[in-house]
Protein backbone atom coordinates (compact mmCIF):
# COMPACT_ATOMS: atom_id res chain seq x y z
CA UNK A 1 0.00 0.00 0.00
CA UNK A 2 1.65 3.23 -1.26
CA UNK A 3 -0.63 5.56 -1.53
CA UNK A 4 -2.09 7.19 1.91
CA UNK A 5 -4.77 8.21 0.31
CA UNK A 6 -5.80 5.10 -1.47
CA UNK A 7 -8.04 2.59 0.25
CA UNK A 8 -7.58 -1.60 -0.65
CA UNK A 9 -8.55 -0.71 -4.07
CA UNK A 10 -4.92 -0.23 -4.67
CA UNK A 11 -4.20 -3.99 -3.55
CA UNK A 12 -6.44 -5.00 -5.72
CA UNK A 13 -6.19 -3.31 -9.06
CA UNK A 14 -3.78 -5.66 -10.77
CA UNK A 15 -5.30 -9.15 -9.59
CA UNK A 16 -8.44 -9.11 -11.87
CA UNK A 17 -8.14 -9.76 -15.69
CA UNK A 18 -10.21 -6.60 -17.31
CA UNK A 19 -10.33 -5.64 -21.30
CA UNK A 20 -9.05 -2.27 -22.80
CA UNK A 21 -11.42 0.24 -21.46
CA UNK A 22 -8.41 2.84 -20.34
CA UNK A 23 -7.20 4.98 -23.76
CA UNK A 24 -4.22 3.71 -25.07
CA UNK A 25 -1.08 5.49 -24.16
CA UNK A 26 1.82 6.24 -26.54
CA UNK A 27 4.73 4.46 -23.83
CA UNK A 28 4.72 1.05 -25.30
CA UNK A 29 6.37 -2.01 -23.02
CA UNK A 30 9.96 -3.34 -23.85
CA UNK A 31 10.68 0.06 -25.23
CA UNK A 32 14.35 1.10 -23.36
CA UNK A 33 16.60 2.65 -25.95
CA UNK A 34 20.18 3.04 -25.88
CA UNK A 35 22.03 5.63 -28.16
CA UNK A 36 25.56 5.34 -29.91
CA UNK A 37 26.63 8.09 -27.16
CA UNK A 38 25.29 5.36 -24.43
CA UNK A 39 22.79 6.73 -23.19
CA UNK A 40 19.86 4.61 -22.10
CA UNK A 41 15.97 5.56 -21.53
CA UNK A 42 14.52 3.79 -19.19
CA UNK A 43 10.22 3.20 -18.77
CA UNK A 44 9.20 3.26 -15.08
CA UNK A 45 5.68 2.42 -15.01
CA UNK A 46 3.68 3.19 -11.52
CA UNK A 47 0.41 4.17 -10.02
CA UNK A 48 1.52 6.59 -7.86
CA UNK A 49 -1.10 8.98 -8.86
CA UNK A 50 -1.53 10.51 -5.75
CA UNK A 51 0.19 11.96 -2.87
CA UNK A 52 1.96 11.81 -1.21
CA UNK A 53 3.61 8.84 -3.55
CA UNK A 54 3.59 10.86 -6.77
CA UNK A 55 5.91 13.51 -5.65
CA UNK A 56 7.96 10.71 -3.99
CA UNK A 57 8.24 8.77 -6.88
CA UNK A 58 9.63 11.64 -9.31
CA UNK A 59 11.86 13.16 -6.70
CA UNK A 60 13.84 10.02 -6.78
CA UNK A 61 13.13 9.92 -10.71
CA UNK A 62 14.97 13.18 -10.51
CA UNK A 63 17.60 12.46 -7.99
CA UNK A 64 18.82 8.89 -9.77
CA UNK A 65 18.98 10.81 -12.89
CA UNK A 66 21.35 13.47 -11.59
CA UNK A 67 23.44 10.99 -10.59
CA UNK A 68 23.37 8.87 -13.50
CA UNK A 69 23.52 11.10 -16.46
CA UNK A 70 23.57 8.70 -19.03
CA UNK A 71 20.07 7.17 -18.08
CA UNK A 72 16.54 9.22 -18.79
CA UNK A 73 13.92 7.84 -16.86
CA UNK A 74 10.57 7.86 -18.54
CA UNK A 75 7.71 7.57 -15.69
CA UNK A 76 4.63 6.37 -16.67
CA UNK A 77 2.19 7.02 -14.01
CA UNK A 78 -1.39 5.38 -14.51
CA UNK A 79 -4.49 5.76 -12.48
CA UNK A 80 -5.23 1.88 -11.19
CA UNK A 81 -7.89 0.64 -13.77
CA UNK A 82 -6.16 2.44 -16.38
CA UNK A 83 -2.86 0.47 -15.64
CA UNK A 84 -4.38 -2.64 -14.80
CA UNK A 85 -6.44 -2.78 -17.92
CA UNK A 86 -2.90 -1.82 -20.49
CA UNK A 87 -0.96 -4.13 -18.64
CA UNK A 88 -3.18 -6.89 -19.20
CA UNK A 89 -3.13 -5.87 -22.88
CA UNK A 90 1.04 -5.84 -22.67
CA UNK A 91 1.51 -9.02 -21.12
CA UNK A 92 -0.79 -10.48 -23.55
CA UNK A 93 1.43 -9.57 -26.63
CA UNK A 94 4.81 -10.34 -24.68
CA UNK A 95 5.98 -6.44 -24.17
CA UNK A 96 6.22 -5.85 -20.84
CA UNK A 97 7.97 -2.05 -19.59
CA UNK A 98 11.47 -2.06 -18.08
CA UNK A 99 10.27 -1.37 -14.60
CA UNK A 100 6.71 -2.25 -13.80
CA UNK A 101 4.64 -2.11 -10.63
CA UNK A 102 3.25 -5.16 -9.32
CA UNK A 103 1.40 -6.42 -6.23
CA UNK A 104 3.09 -10.33 -6.63
CA UNK A 105 1.21 -13.17 -6.12
CA UNK A 106 -1.02 -14.81 -9.05
CA UNK A 107 -0.75 -12.14 -11.75
CA UNK A 108 3.31 -11.99 -11.18
CA UNK A 109 3.79 -15.78 -11.36
CA UNK A 110 1.48 -15.89 -14.86
CA UNK A 111 4.55 -13.52 -16.18
CA UNK A 112 6.63 -15.28 -15.19
CA UNK A 113 5.56 -18.53 -16.34
CA UNK A 114 5.23 -16.74 -20.31
CA UNK A 115 8.93 -16.18 -19.64
CA UNK A 116 8.30 -12.20 -19.05
CA UNK A 117 9.83 -11.09 -16.48
CA UNK A 118 13.48 -10.62 -15.15
CA UNK A 119 15.04 -13.53 -12.61
CA UNK A 120 16.26 -10.76 -10.49
CA UNK A 121 17.99 -13.25 -7.63
CA UNK A 122 21.51 -12.80 -8.65
CA UNK A 123 21.41 -9.36 -9.88
CA UNK A 124 20.38 -8.04 -6.29
CA UNK A 125 21.96 -10.28 -4.63
CA UNK A 126 24.93 -7.88 -3.09
CA UNK A 127 21.66 -5.63 -1.38
CA UNK A 128 19.00 -7.66 -1.18
CA UNK A 129 20.01 -8.44 2.47
CA UNK A 130 18.74 -5.33 3.56
CA UNK A 131 15.67 -5.77 2.26
CA UNK A 132 12.59 -7.85 5.08
CA UNK A 133 12.37 -11.24 4.25
CA UNK A 134 8.84 -10.68 5.14
CA UNK A 135 8.45 -8.75 2.33
CA UNK A 136 10.13 -10.18 -0.29
CA UNK A 137 8.03 -13.40 -0.17
CA UNK A 138 4.76 -12.24 -2.70
CA UNK A 139 7.65 -11.54 -5.17
CA UNK A 140 9.29 -15.04 -4.77
CA UNK A 141 8.43 -18.25 -6.30
CA UNK A 142 10.86 -21.31 -6.52
CA UNK A 143 13.27 -19.84 -4.07
CA UNK A 144 14.23 -17.09 -7.15
CA UNK A 145 13.17 -13.51 -6.51
CA UNK A 146 10.95 -11.41 -9.32
CA UNK A 147 10.53 -8.25 -7.61
CA UNK A 148 11.82 -5.56 -5.20
CA UNK A 149 9.53 -4.63 -2.71
CA UNK A 150 9.21 -0.57 -1.47
CA UNK A 151 5.89 -0.99 0.41
CA UNK A 152 4.58 -3.88 2.81
CA UNK A 153 0.97 -4.04 5.31
CA UNK A 154 -1.17 -6.19 6.97
CA UNK A 155 -4.48 -6.71 7.93
CA UNK A 156 -5.67 -6.67 11.11
CA UNK A 157 -8.60 -5.16 13.77
CA UNK A 158 -9.04 -1.65 14.59
CA UNK A 159 -11.06 -0.98 17.38
CA UNK A 160 -12.99 1.57 19.44
CA UNK A 161 -11.06 1.86 23.14
CA UNK A 162 -14.22 4.32 23.87
CA UNK A 163 -16.65 1.74 22.70
CA UNK A 164 -14.94 -1.43 24.12
CA UNK A 165 -14.75 0.48 27.44
CA UNK A 166 -18.43 0.93 27.41
CA UNK A 167 -18.88 -2.76 26.57
CA UNK A 168 -16.96 -3.58 29.47
CA UNK A 169 -13.87 -4.84 27.46
CA UNK A 170 -10.59 -3.97 29.11
CA UNK A 171 -8.52 -6.31 26.80
CA UNK A 172 -8.62 -7.40 23.22
CA UNK A 173 -9.75 -10.54 22.08
CA UNK A 174 -6.70 -12.77 21.84
CA UNK A 175 -8.88 -15.80 21.34
CA UNK A 176 -11.79 -16.67 18.67
CA UNK A 177 -14.08 -17.55 21.73
CA UNK A 178 -13.14 -14.49 23.55
CA UNK A 179 -14.21 -12.81 20.09
CA UNK A 180 -17.43 -13.92 19.98
CA UNK A 181 -17.66 -12.81 23.48
CA UNK A 182 -16.79 -9.27 22.67
CA UNK A 183 -19.60 -9.04 19.68
CA UNK A 184 -21.91 -9.75 22.28
CA UNK A 185 -20.30 -7.70 24.90
CA UNK A 186 -21.01 -4.69 22.48
CA UNK A 187 -24.17 -5.97 20.87
CA UNK A 188 -25.44 -5.92 24.93
CA UNK A 189 -24.13 -2.33 25.15
CA UNK A 190 -26.37 -0.77 22.58
CA UNK A 191 -23.21 -0.72 19.89
CA UNK A 192 -22.58 -2.03 16.81
CA UNK A 193 -20.09 -4.34 16.88
CA UNK A 194 -18.68 -4.74 13.42
CA UNK A 195 -18.18 -2.64 10.42
CA UNK A 196 -18.26 -4.02 7.33
CA UNK A 197 -18.41 -3.19 3.65
CA UNK A 198 -20.56 -5.71 2.21
CA UNK A 199 -21.11 -4.42 -1.08
CA UNK A 200 -17.35 -4.85 -1.82
CA UNK A 201 -17.33 -8.63 -0.77
CA UNK A 202 -13.18 -8.34 -0.17
CA UNK A 203 -13.51 -6.83 3.56
CA UNK A 204 -15.29 -10.33 4.10
CA UNK A 205 -13.14 -12.14 2.78
CA UNK A 206 -10.28 -11.29 5.33
CA UNK A 207 -12.77 -13.01 7.99
CA UNK A 208 -12.63 -16.45 6.27
CA UNK A 209 -8.93 -15.80 5.24
CA UNK A 210 -7.88 -15.74 8.57
CA UNK A 211 -9.89 -18.35 9.96
CA UNK A 212 -8.64 -20.25 7.38
CA UNK A 213 -5.08 -19.66 8.47
CA UNK A 214 -5.86 -19.74 12.27
CA UNK A 215 -7.26 -23.33 12.33
CA UNK A 216 -5.29 -24.83 9.36
CA UNK A 217 -1.85 -22.46 9.53
CA UNK A 218 -0.42 -21.18 6.71
CA UNK A 219 0.49 -24.09 5.31
CA UNK A 220 -2.93 -24.28 4.31
CA UNK A 221 -3.26 -22.40 2.18
CA UNK A 222 0.09 -22.72 0.17
CA UNK A 223 -0.48 -26.59 0.64
CA UNK A 224 -3.93 -25.42 -1.21
CA UNK A 225 -2.36 -22.91 -4.18
CA UNK A 226 -0.22 -26.10 -5.13
CA UNK A 227 -2.93 -28.68 -5.21
CA UNK A 228 -5.92 -26.21 -6.16
CA UNK A 229 -7.92 -27.95 -3.63
CA UNK A 230 -9.63 -26.58 -0.87
CA UNK A 231 -11.61 -28.70 0.20
CA UNK A 232 -10.02 -29.84 3.32
CA UNK A 233 -11.07 -29.59 7.31
CA UNK A 234 -9.46 -26.15 7.65
CA UNK A 235 -11.60 -24.71 4.69
CA UNK A 236 -14.90 -25.97 5.80
CA UNK A 237 -14.03 -24.99 9.35
CA UNK A 238 -13.05 -21.12 8.74
CA UNK A 239 -16.34 -21.31 6.72
CA UNK A 240 -18.39 -23.04 10.19
CA UNK A 241 -16.74 -20.25 12.39
CA UNK A 242 -17.57 -17.42 9.87
CA UNK A 243 -21.06 -18.42 10.55
CA UNK A 244 -20.96 -18.35 14.56
CA UNK A 245 -19.96 -14.84 13.81
CA UNK A 246 -22.70 -14.36 11.36
CA UNK A 247 -25.43 -15.70 13.65
CA UNK A 248 -24.70 -12.94 15.97
CA UNK A 249 -25.73 -10.45 13.36
CA UNK A 250 -22.67 -7.96 13.97
CA UNK A 251 -22.67 -5.91 10.99
CA UNK A 252 -24.19 -2.60 11.10
CA UNK A 253 -27.66 -1.65 9.32
CA UNK A 254 -27.02 -1.51 5.64
CA UNK A 255 -23.64 -3.49 5.00
CA UNK A 256 -24.86 -5.44 2.13
CA UNK A 257 -24.78 -2.03 0.31
CA UNK A 258 -22.33 -0.54 1.73
CA UNK A 259 -18.41 0.32 0.30
CA UNK A 260 -15.61 0.31 2.16
CA UNK A 261 -14.56 4.03 1.57
CA UNK A 262 -18.06 5.82 0.28
CA UNK A 263 -20.18 7.66 1.96
CA UNK A 264 -21.91 6.08 5.05
CA UNK A 265 -19.87 2.74 4.46
CA UNK A 266 -17.33 1.00 6.48
CA UNK A 267 -14.38 3.42 7.27
CA UNK A 268 -16.92 6.09 7.93
CA UNK A 269 -19.25 3.71 9.80
CA UNK A 270 -15.54 3.49 11.98
CA UNK A 271 -14.57 7.33 11.51
CA UNK A 272 -17.73 8.52 13.04
CA UNK A 273 -18.02 6.49 15.98
CA UNK A 274 -20.82 3.93 15.31
CA UNK A 275 -19.04 0.78 15.58
CA UNK A 276 -16.45 -1.13 17.76
CA UNK A 277 -14.16 -2.40 15.06
CA UNK A 278 -13.37 -3.15 11.58
CA UNK A 279 -10.91 -5.71 10.40
CA UNK A 280 -8.25 -3.87 7.71
CA UNK A 281 -5.21 -2.64 6.75
CA UNK A 282 -2.93 -0.03 7.50
CA UNK A 283 -4.12 2.48 5.86
CA UNK A 284 -7.46 2.00 7.44
CA UNK A 285 -7.13 5.13 9.91
CA UNK A 286 -6.68 7.36 7.07
CA UNK A 287 -9.64 6.25 5.48
CA UNK A 288 -11.49 6.44 8.47
CA UNK A 289 -10.53 10.04 8.83
CA UNK A 290 -10.85 11.34 5.79
CA UNK A 291 -14.52 9.92 5.43
CA UNK A 292 -15.49 10.34 8.61
CA UNK A 293 -14.68 12.36 11.64
CA UNK A 294 -11.51 9.82 12.47
CA UNK A 295 -10.90 8.15 16.12
CA UNK A 296 -8.03 9.87 17.09
CA UNK A 297 -6.57 8.44 20.82
CA UNK A 298 -9.39 6.26 20.64
CA UNK A 299 -8.64 4.21 18.04
CA UNK A 300 -6.52 0.97 18.81
CA UNK A 301 -5.35 -2.33 16.63
CA UNK A 302 -5.02 -5.74 17.94
CA UNK A 303 -3.91 -8.91 15.73
CA UNK A 304 -6.84 -11.53 14.30
CA UNK A 305 -7.44 -14.18 17.60
CA UNK A 306 -6.29 -17.74 17.48
CA UNK A 307 -9.06 -20.01 17.63
CA UNK A 308 -8.60 -22.93 20.16
CA UNK A 309 -7.32 -26.22 18.76
CA UNK A 310 -5.59 -24.59 16.04
CA UNK A 311 -2.24 -25.01 14.02
CA UNK A 312 -2.63 -21.58 13.41
CA UNK A 313 -0.53 -18.62 15.22
CA UNK A 314 -1.37 -14.77 16.15
CA UNK A 315 2.14 -14.14 14.57
CA UNK A 316 1.09 -15.54 11.15
CA UNK A 317 -0.24 -11.92 9.46
CA UNK A 318 -2.02 -11.34 5.80
CA UNK A 319 -1.77 -8.65 3.73
CA UNK A 320 0.00 -7.33 0.85
CA UNK A 321 2.31 -4.56 -0.42
CA UNK A 322 3.89 -3.25 -3.37
CA UNK A 323 7.19 -3.40 -5.35
CA UNK A 324 9.06 -3.47 -8.95
CA UNK A 325 9.60 -6.20 -11.11
CA UNK A 326 11.64 -6.15 -14.80
CA UNK A 327 10.73 -7.20 -17.92
CA UNK A 328 12.81 -9.54 -19.24
CA UNK A 329 15.93 -8.20 -20.81
CA UNK A 330 15.29 -4.99 -19.23
CA UNK A 331 18.69 -3.06 -19.47
CA UNK A 332 21.15 -3.33 -16.64
CA UNK A 333 20.55 0.22 -15.50
CA UNK A 334 16.89 -0.77 -14.74
CA UNK A 335 18.59 -3.32 -11.93
CA UNK A 336 20.15 0.29 -10.63
CA UNK A 337 17.22 2.07 -10.63
CA UNK A 338 15.75 -1.00 -8.13
CA UNK A 339 19.53 -0.40 -6.05
CA UNK A 340 18.56 3.10 -5.54
CA UNK A 341 14.91 3.18 -4.91
CA UNK A 342 15.64 0.29 -2.17
CA UNK A 343 18.41 2.73 -0.64
CA UNK A 344 18.11 3.62 2.91
CA UNK A 345 17.74 7.58 1.96
CA UNK A 346 15.00 6.66 -0.25
CA UNK A 347 13.43 4.59 2.36
CA UNK A 348 13.29 6.90 4.41
CA UNK A 349 11.66 9.44 2.63
CA UNK A 350 9.25 7.16 1.44
CA UNK A 351 8.72 6.60 4.63
CA UNK A 352 8.65 9.81 6.58
CA UNK A 353 6.25 10.99 3.73
CA UNK A 354 3.57 8.29 5.00
CA UNK A 355 4.04 6.97 0.85
CA UNK A 356 5.16 3.27 2.13
CA UNK A 357 5.79 1.05 5.24
CA UNK A 358 9.53 0.49 6.00
CA UNK A 359 10.63 -3.09 4.44
CA UNK A 360 14.10 -1.36 4.11
CA UNK A 361 16.21 -2.52 7.42
CA UNK A 362 16.67 1.11 9.18
CA UNK A 363 13.95 2.78 7.78
CA UNK A 364 11.38 2.80 11.00
CA UNK A 365 13.51 4.95 12.49
CA UNK A 366 11.90 7.36 10.30
CA UNK A 367 7.98 6.31 11.20
CA UNK A 368 6.45 8.57 13.02
CA UNK A 369 2.31 7.92 12.85
CA UNK A 370 1.22 6.12 15.69
CA UNK A 371 -1.16 3.40 14.22
CA UNK A 372 1.58 2.83 11.54
CA UNK A 373 4.00 1.95 14.10
CA UNK A 374 1.72 -0.43 15.72
CA UNK A 375 1.45 -2.34 12.09
CA UNK A 376 5.10 -2.21 11.66
CA UNK A 377 5.82 -3.26 15.03
CA UNK A 378 3.51 -6.50 14.11
CA UNK A 379 5.06 -7.28 11.22
CA UNK A 380 8.82 -7.17 12.89
CA UNK A 381 7.24 -9.72 14.91
CA UNK A 382 5.25 -11.70 12.14
CA UNK A 383 6.11 -15.67 11.90
CA UNK A 384 4.53 -15.83 8.44
CA UNK A 385 3.26 -13.64 6.11
CA UNK A 386 -0.07 -14.63 3.64
CA UNK A 387 -0.74 -12.63 0.44
CA UNK A 388 -4.38 -11.18 -0.19
CA UNK A 389 -6.23 -14.51 -1.36
CA UNK A 390 -7.83 -12.47 -4.30
CA UNK A 391 -3.78 -11.52 -5.48
CA UNK A 392 -1.72 -14.95 -3.79
CA UNK A 393 -4.00 -16.74 -6.58
CA UNK A 394 -5.06 -16.83 -10.03
CA UNK A 395 -7.61 -13.76 -10.75
CA UNK A 396 -10.29 -15.91 -10.93
CA UNK A 397 -9.59 -17.85 -7.65
CA UNK A 398 -9.24 -14.68 -6.27
CA UNK A 399 -12.84 -13.58 -7.10
CA UNK A 400 -14.68 -16.67 -6.73
CA UNK A 401 -13.18 -16.72 -2.45
CA UNK A 402 -14.76 -13.02 -2.46
CA UNK A 403 -18.17 -14.26 -4.44
CA UNK A 404 -18.35 -17.28 -2.33
CA UNK A 405 -17.55 -15.89 1.06
CA UNK A 406 -19.62 -12.77 0.43
CA UNK A 407 -22.20 -15.85 -0.27
CA UNK A 408 -21.64 -17.55 2.84
CA UNK A 409 -21.87 -13.95 4.56
CA UNK A 410 -25.17 -13.75 3.29
CA UNK A 411 -26.80 -17.09 4.35
CA UNK A 412 -26.99 -18.09 0.55
CA UNK A 413 -23.89 -20.72 1.03
CA UNK A 414 -22.71 -23.13 3.43
CA UNK A 415 -19.04 -23.38 4.06
CA UNK A 416 -19.14 -26.94 2.23
CA UNK A 417 -20.21 -25.08 -0.74
CA UNK A 418 -17.91 -22.50 -0.69
CA UNK A 419 -14.96 -24.49 -0.41
CA UNK A 420 -16.12 -26.68 -3.17
CA UNK A 421 -16.85 -23.85 -5.35
CA UNK A 422 -13.27 -22.28 -4.85
CA UNK A 423 -11.85 -26.05 -5.76
CA UNK A 424 -13.89 -26.47 -8.62
CA UNK A 425 -12.50 -22.68 -9.96
CA UNK A 426 -9.23 -23.43 -9.50
CA UNK A 427 -8.87 -26.52 -10.82
CA UNK A 428 -10.69 -25.35 -13.83
CA UNK A 429 -7.60 -22.88 -14.26
Known amino acids: MGEQSLSRRTFLSATATAGLTAPLLSACGGSSKKSSNGKVTVEWWNISTTEPAKTQFANAAKTFMAQNPNVTLKLVTLENEAYKSKMTALTASGKLPDIFHTWGGGVLKQQVDAGLVKNLTSGIAPWSGTLSKLSLQPYQFG??????????????????????????????????????????????????????????????????????????????????????????????????????????????????????????????????????????????????????????????????????????????????????????GAPKEAVDVLKFFSSLDEAK????????MPVVAGSESALTDPNKQVVAKSLAGATGFQLFLDQAFPPAVGQEVNDSVAALVEGKKTPQQVAQAITQTAKSQ
Open 143 to 328: GQTYAVPWDIGMVGFWYNKALFRRAGITTPPATWTDYLEAVKRLKAAGITPIAVAGKDKWPEMYYWAYLVMRVGGIAALKQAETSKDFSGPPFVAAGEHLKELTALSPFQQGYLGAGFDAPGGEAATMGNGKAGMELMGQWAPSVQAATGKGLGKDLGFFLFPTVEGGQGVATEVFGGGGAHALRK
Open 349 to 356: KLVSSGAA
